[in-house]
Antibody, heavy 115, light 107 residues
Framework: QVQLQESGPGLVKPSETLSLTCTVS????????WSWIRQPAGKGLEWIGR???????NYSPSLKSRVTISVDTSKNQFSLKLSSVTAADTAVYYC?????????WGQGTLVTVSS | DIQMTQSPSSLSASVGDRVTITCQAS??????LNWYQQKPGKAPKLLIY???NLETGVPSRFSGSGSGTDFTFTISSLQPEDFASYYC?????????FGGGTKVEIK
């Protein structure tokens, strides 16, 4: 079955870098865009950015200066790095496949920014 | 950025009711509009893509319509499992953007 699994620390200190990895199985990895999306508690969805399996990236302008998304096609993984985090970055982070819509999603992982 | 204005932000309805949610884009997005359902503690689920196409396996009581700037999402007969939040999302332009969401609650 299709599985997208986010992994990474659930607690990050302010000013440090948030790092998450999404491992994809059960579905074709090549020739798709793969996105990161986040959702603060009780709030709406925010697209962070995406990467094509060739390595081409697109980022949300509001986060672009702090975001890096990379891909490892040999492992069917893509990763998110968000630098200089603050409490405002506390959210559930989802990885998802982008086709017409986001058709496959990970379960989400809560990342809390706190000292 | 394209702003997606979704309304209402919440609504109360009964099982069997017809429910309609609207989404307005700040500029023409053709039919590049998707609708998602999200239940508490779960990831969103794609219901409708390209404004009016039902994702595989999604019940036919869900439908979408519209093009340009104005879109509508309808549940023809609300079922108990449909109480959730719903989001629209455009993919005509980067950055990809979502509407603010509509929470459908039990009356």
């Amino acid at each position: 079955q299709v599985q997208l699994q986010e992994s990474g620390p659930g607690l990050v200190k302010p000013s440090e870098t948030l790092s998450l990895t999404c491992t994809v199985s059960g579905v074709s990895f090549s020739s798709y865009y793969w996105s990161w999306i986040r959702q603060p508690a009780g709030k709406g969805l925010e697209w962070i950015g995406r990467i094509y399996t060739s390595g081409i990236t697109n980022y949300s302008p509001s986060l672009k200066s702090r975001v890096t998304i990379s891909v490892d096609t040999s492992k069917n993984q893509f990763s998110l790095k968000l630098s200089s985090v603050t409490a405002a970055d506390t959210a559930v982070y989802y990885c998802a496949r982008s086709y017409s819509g986001f058709d496959y999603w990970g379960q989400g992982t809560l990342v809390t920014v706190s000292s | 950025d394209i702003q997606m204005t979704q309304s209402p932000s919440s609504l109360s309805a009964s099982v069997g009711d017809r429910v309609t949610i609207t989404c307005q884009a700040s500029q023409d997005i053709s039919n590049y509009l998707n609708w998602y359902q999200q239940k508490p503690g779960k990831a969103p689920k794609l219901l409708i893509y390209d404004a009016s196409n039902l994702e595989t396996g999604v019940p036919s009581r869900f439908s979408g319509s519209g093009s340009g700037t104005d879109f509508t999402f309808t549940i023809s007969s609300l079922q108990p499992e449909d109480f959730a939040s719903y989001y629209c999302q455009q993919y005509d332009n980067l950055p990809l953007t979502f509407g603010g969401g509509t929470k459908v609650e039990i009356k």
